[in-house]
């Protein structure tokens, strides 16, 4: 079975652009996670997705929005970035009682 | 307020026993995950606590006091592979696995 599947791994963009990045869940997987880890805070929750729907919401400000398709695949975007956005960015997924399931991330760099 | 404390660096022998250790003081408490991350690599799953006591999955065990709002995982017979961070996380609600709050991480460095 493959594993959680993030897209691009790497991405350069400058402040005050916008980002979206791409996160396909295993097979059979109806919730997906996204959290933010950076050197200074660690891994951060970002948002929580079922069934196209935002279950729950971290503490990040508005420029940080996310979406599910029926699919179950989800996208996260980030607008007018900043340099302290420049982080690994992860998705997660899992059966909607079991531990989760990372992908190996979109490192953001913000110049 | 909400707080999830573990070591920052770590640091035994191989073939040697080490223990890490996770407090955590959250609003809520549905199960600590403990989770294993590479560098550049995605946190891998651990171990799962949601009662008191201990829990064993081969080399690895992790232990979970409610009372005291405490945690560990041991990890037995260490390998240089088992160089890496560790991750402590809390569920803090009930109607959700995917929110997870977790600590700052704890490399472990392994040395011949």
């Known amino acids: 079975k493959a594993g959680v599947t993030q897209t691009p791994r790497y991405l350069i963009k400058t402040r005050g652009q916008q980002v979206t990045l791409s996160c396909s869940p295993i097979?059979?997987?109806?919730?997906v996670s996204w959290y933010q880890q950076t050197p200074g805070q660690g891994l951060q929750f970002l948002f929580e997705?079922?069934?196209?729907?935002?279950?729950n919401k971290g503490n990040f400000p508005g420029r940080f929005s996310g979406r599910q398709f029926s699919n179950s695949r989800s996208e996260m975007n980030v607008s007018t970035l900043e340099l302290g956005d420049s982080a690994l960015y992860l998705c997660?997924?899992?059966?909607?009682?079991?531990?989760?399931?990372f992908g190996n991330g979109t490192r953001l760099t913000v110049t | 307020g909400q707080n999830i404390d573990q070591p920052t660096e770590m640091t035994a022998t191989e073939g040697a026993i080490v223990q890490i250790n996770c407090t955590y003081q959250?609003?809520?408490?549905?199960?600590l995950f403990w989770y294993q991350q590479h560098a550049g690599e995605a946190p891998t799953f651990l171990s799962y606590?949601?009662?008191?006591g201990l829990e064993e999955k081969g080399r690895f065990s992790s232990f979970l006091s409610r009372s005291k709002g405490y945690s560990y995982l041991l990890l037995k017979e260490l390998q240089m592979k088992d160089s890496a961070s560790y991750l402590c996380?809390?569920?803090?609600?009930?109607?959700?696995?995917?929110?997870?709050?977790f600590g700052a991480g704890t490399q472990v460095v392994v040395t011949p």
């Open positions: 997660a997924s899992s059966l909607d009682n079991s531990p989760l399931h």
């Open positions: 097979s059979g997987h109806r919730s």
């Open positions: 997705y079922f069934s196209e729907t935002q279950r």
């Open positions: 959250t609003s809520g408490f549905n199960g």
């Open positions: 606590n949601v009662l008191d």
């Open positions: 996380a809390v569920r803090p609600s009930t109607d959700s696995w995917g929110k997870l709050q």
